[in-house]
């Protein structure tokens, strides 16, 4: 990630400001520079905020970044323009801040907002979600970044002196090991778990067997089988209990079946003698049935001519009221209210009114345009004078360009080049003879491992060979025994005086006798036999392998003696330090070069600047001279009131006459549209209910006379029709009544002559009924006795299988908890081992740390200073870091016995290696800048340059590189800076860029 455009509002002491970063993006190391207080870490800060939402260190809280001196209404906000993989973001975020409130008085908080977005792409606009997609960018958090891009004051050099404990902690929360802490204590406590697991299994094991009384699950076996054999006795038992009761329930059935149909009988007997009983009952009720239903046939005439009466009555009350309603409409129409003269009158007033509120309106926005007009004009004289002090400062700076760029060096020294190819072509060549030696060594090592393996091979086969004549001796001792067996098994056939079917003897006096094995040891011997000459094929076929794979290398051996090893080594080496040498030198006149051109490109940028600014200046007067002239013309045209009050007043007293106008035009002619709608309704409406009191009269005539005949057809008169009638639910009781009568009559006959005569019977139903219960009591009791064996020997069978599959799973947690065990005692550094997982994995973390740091050291002491971990055996002290003087004799030195500039070459030192290894270990990230907070005040002239010097070789790979500080001779060394000042408009920054001098 390289920053490219910063912009900061009302952040620190900043309140309106943009910082240019992409003029130090060529430039590799640049200096932030500045009075104490004046802002430079705020740069810093503000980089964290955009992107992850809060500062550095102690300043990470959002109460340490807002401008103080601005209200609290004030929106405090940074926009970072970004570069990564090819590609421009941009992150704004801003803090949460009172604003006034939209609604009534007083304030209310504004959130804060957060928005990531590529040039060009899609957006995301949460807080939560640009600081998610930030690491997903960056592979680095918050964390990482203020190790890895920003090294900050004062805090390696407390890395540097920390105890070794201290350390170690440090170390732990920056490369993450707490991962490896966990696997320990995880595997642990499963080692643990199992272990209480296989417990409890063997405990579960010793409750399964202990209810049923047995020692081992054998036992429990064989009390299951004794148990199923005594439950299946029972069976039989029940099944034979279960015939005697079957015929037992038989014969009580058949007693029961007689006595049941004989009361059958008696009981029909008695049915029919009622209904006799019940005959003359009867024969009224159906008399007064058949009056009711000669009634009931003209109820339904008698109903409807009582309707049509009354319908008729009805419609001559509605006919009265709609005449009465259809008087009243035709008087409300005719009132003068009403009347078209009404309209006219107020439709001319509405007219007048309307004219004369068209034409004030026209005199208000004359009005109103000349007086925007004349804002606009006193604008852009503003803004005209305003473009001219930049243009002035923009010409400024634009001879100050021109006089830097003639000031800087141009010429690139062509030995240089040369120096540097020849360098470079020794390099390759022994760089190639060295490969070649190696080569050979490789060589030479091939060959004898494979004279190795093709002896391997050779014993193999050997041994192949021997296992095969083995397997060949078992398969003829197999044979044999297979014969004897036969002979045995026929030797068993034989009966003394009866012919063998062999050899026709008929006295046997040495029958063969039963031997072990036969076909089984035959078959096994067979299979041994065919896996070892299977082997011995597989013995030969390496062998062969081996022999050509040596006979290949003897002949492709072209390289011969050769040169020694380590020479060529050490020569390669000094070439690779000369070549390292050459192109540092080449690469320091490529970046003067690099910068003289940056500068070039920078006053070209500024000659095109100042030409669109003249451009925008003439093109700003020709639009101000016709403006002006334009307000002249509208000036004339306007009338002699020139007040916009008194014009506005007389516009709504005309707007209000024109509105009440249209309101009663509105209301008269709604009224009278709804009196001419009341009328056609009302005539609408009595014209219908005429026709309804003429079509009920002849409804009501109709209906008299179906009446009249139904009552003259039944012979009945409409008093006798109305007394005669019975409900439906009566008539539907006695109705019923007769049927049923009938149907008990004849049903009660034909079971009688159905059942025929009573039946007899023995023994007594009492009797059989006796030697059923006592039956199924005894089946009872065997079907319990028998259920109980059951049910005992399947609980035991299901305790046999639990103790099985209980065994079996002890058995498995057993070998797994001792895997577990072992690997957890393995990272855990127990019984053998002395270091835990973690702490080996951060040691070696460490090792390259110290590794990277030395070798920075050493340049930038001249060769004086290497910085190591001190090897101890005893715990607590691995950490411990020790310093090599070579000008003591490469003695050993505390690190808190360096000086001052020497404590800060180190802690710059161990800065660096650290975020190389913590960059590398966070996934390989490439990060394009870097960031030096402060620190160099504790430096002689002589290690200042050797600090810069390192700092300069880091920007490697078009790597961005800011030194923070306000040491005053770095000034003379960084030629690229970036100058924070302090003004009373709050802190701004101004960039000065020169090539560096020959000086040094």
């Not at 190391?29 to 500045?34: A, D, E, K, R, S």
């Not at 809060?54 to 300043?59: A, D, E, F």
Request: with cysteine.
């Amino acid at each position: 990630m390289k920053p490219l455009w910063l912009e900061l509002e009302n952040f620190g002491p900043y309140r309106q400001h943009a910082v240019d970063l992409t003029l130090f993006s060529k430039a590799g190391l640049f200096l932030i520079h500045g009075d104490t207080g004046a802002g430079k870490s705020t740069l810093l800060d503000a980089m964290s905020f955009a992107l992850f939402g809060k500062g550095l260190g102690s300043r990470a809280q959002h109460e340490h970044l807002r401008n103080r001196a601005v209200g609290t209404d004030q929106r405090t906000s940074v926009t970072l323009t970004f570069s990564l993989r090819g590609e421009s973001w941009t992150v704004f975020r801003s803090l949460e801040f009172e604003r006034p409130s939209r609604r009534g008085g007083g304030t209310t908080k504004g959130p804060s907002e957060a928005r990531l977005e590529r040039v060009g792409g899609a957006a995301v606009a949460s807080p939560s979600r640009v600081t998610e997609e930030v690491e997903a960018l960056l592979g680095i958090g918050h964390h990482q970044f203020s190790r890895l891009m920003v090294l900050p004051q004062g805090e390696f050099r407390e890395l540097l002196l920390a105890g070794a404990a201290d350390r170690e902690k440090l170390l732990e929360r920056l490369f993450g090991t707490e991962l490896f802490v966990q696997v320990e204590e995880r595997l642990k406590a499963r080692a643990k778990a199992l272990d209480e697991d296989l417990k409890g299994q063997r405990a579960r094991l010793s409750s399964l067997l202990e209810p049923a009384g047995a020692e081992d699950p054998a036992e429990l076996a064989l009390l299951a089988a004794e148990a199923t054999a005594r439950a299946e006795a029972l069976g039989e038992e029940a099944s034979q209990a279960r015939a005697r009761t079957d015929d037992a329930e038989a014969t009580l059935q058949r007693v029961s079946g007689c006595a049941r149909r004989n009361a059958e009988r008696a009981r029909w007997r008695a049915a029919l003698a009622a209904s006799v009983e019940r005959a003359p009952s009867l024969e009224r009720a159906r008399q007064a049935l058949a009056l009711a239903l000669r009634a009931e046939a003209c109820a339904a005439a008698l109903e409807r001519s009582e309707a049509a009466r009354g319908a008729e009555a009805r419609c001559v009350e509605v006919a009265r009221a709609r005449s009465e309603a259809l008087a009243s409409a035709e008087r409300a129409l005719a009132d003068g209210a009403l009347a078209p003269e009404a309209e006219r009158a107020l439709e001319g007033e509405s007219r007048s009114a309307l004219e004369a509120l068209l034409a004030l309106e026209r005199a208000l926005e004359d009005l109103t345009v000349v007086a925007r007009e004349e804002a606009a004009v006193a604008s852009e004289e503003e803004r005209l004078a305003r473009l001219r002090r930049e243009r002035d400062a923009v010409a400024a700076r634009r001879t100050a360009a021109a006089a830097a760029l003639a000031s800087l060096e141009d010429a690139l020294d062509p030995a240089l080049a040369a120096r540097e190819a020849e360098a470079a072509a020794r390099a390759m060549e022994l760089s190639r003879r060295v490969d070649d030696a190696r080569r050979r060594e490789s060589f030479r090592d091939e060959l004898r491992e494979a004279e190795r393996g093709l002896l391997l091979e050779e014993q193999r086969r050997t041994l192949a060979q021997e296992r095969l004549g083995e397997a060949l001796a078992r398969l003829e001792r197999a044979v044999e025994a297979e014969r004897g067996a036969l002979a045995a098994t026929l030797a068993g056939s034989l009966r003394a005086g009866l012919p063998c079917p062999v050899c026709g003897a008929t006295e046997h006096p040495t029958p063969a006798r039963p031997v072990e094995g036969g076909a089984s040891a035959r078959e096994e011997a067979e299979r041994q036999v065919a896996e070892r000459r299977e082997q011995l094929g597989r013995s030969e076929v390496e062998r062969a392998k081996a022999h050509g794979a040596l006979e290949g290398l003897r002949r492709a051996d072209p390289l011969g003696a050769g040169e020694d090893l380590e020479t060529l080594q050490r020569a390669a080496e000094e070439s690779v330090e000369t070549l390292r040498q050459a192109r540092a030198a080449r690469a320091e006149a490529e970046a003067r070069l690099r910068r003289r051109a940056a500068q070039a490109e920078a006053l070209g940028a500024l000659e095109q600047d100042l030409a669109r600014r003249g451009d925008a200046i003439a093109h700003l007067e020709a639009e101000l001279s016709r403006r002006s002239e334009g307000l002249a013309r509208a000036r004339a045209r306007l009338p002699e009131e020139r007040s916009a009050e008194a014009v506005a007043g007389r516009v709504s007293a005309l707007r209000a006459t024109e509105a009440r106008c249209r309101q009663g035009l509105s209301r008269l002619r709604e009224a009278r549209s709804q009196a001419e709608r009341a009328l056609a309704s009302a005539q609408a409406s009595s014209e219908a209910a005429g026709e309804a009191l003429a079509a009920a009269r002849r409804s009501c005539a109709e209906a008299e006379r179906e009446a009249r005949a139904a009552l003259a057809a039944q012979g009945l008169s409409a008093e006798d029709a109305r007394a005669l009638r019975l409900p439906e639910a009566e008539r539907a009781r006695l109705q019923a009544e007769l049927d049923a009568f009938g149907r008990e009559a004849q049903a009660a006959r034909a079971h009688l002559a159905e059942l025929g005569e009573d039946e007899r019977f023995e023994p007594s139903e009492a009797v059989a009924a006796e030697a059923l219960t006592s039956a199924r009591e005894a089946l009872g009791a065997l079907h319990r006795e028998a259920g109980s064996a059951t049910e005992r020997a399947s609980r035991l069978r299901d305790l046999e299988a639990r103790c099985r599959a209980a065994a079996e799973a002890y058995t498995t947690l057993e070998a797994r908890w001792k895997t577990v065990k072992s690997v957890a005692d393995l990272v855990d550094g127990k019984p053998d081992h002395k270091v835990r997982l973690s702490r080996y994995v951060l040691l070696e973390e460490f090792d390259q740390v110290v590794a990277s740091a030395s070798d920075r050291l050493e340049v930038m002491s001249d060769g004086r200073f290497r910085v190591r971990r001190r090897l101890v055996r005893s715990a607590g002290h691995e950490f411990d870091l020790v310093v090599e003087d070579a000008f003591g004799g490469a003695e050993e030195r505390a690190v808190a016995t360096l000086s001052g500039g020497e404590m800060f070459m180190a802690s710059l030192a161990l800065a660096l290696g650290l975020s190389d290894v913590v960059q590398a270990h966070a996934g390989g990230i490439r990060l394009e800048s870097l960031f030096v907070d402060e620190g160099f005040g504790s430096l002689d002239e002589e290690a200042l340059d050797k600090a810069v010097g390192v700092l300069e070789a880091l920007p490697e790979g078009d790597r961005m590189v800011g030194v923070v500080s306000h040491v005053g001779e770095l000034r003379k060394r960084i030629p690229a800076r970036l100058e924070v000042l302090r003004t009373e408009h709050g802190a701004e920054t101004r960039p000065h860029i020169r090539m560096r001098t020959s000086a040094r």
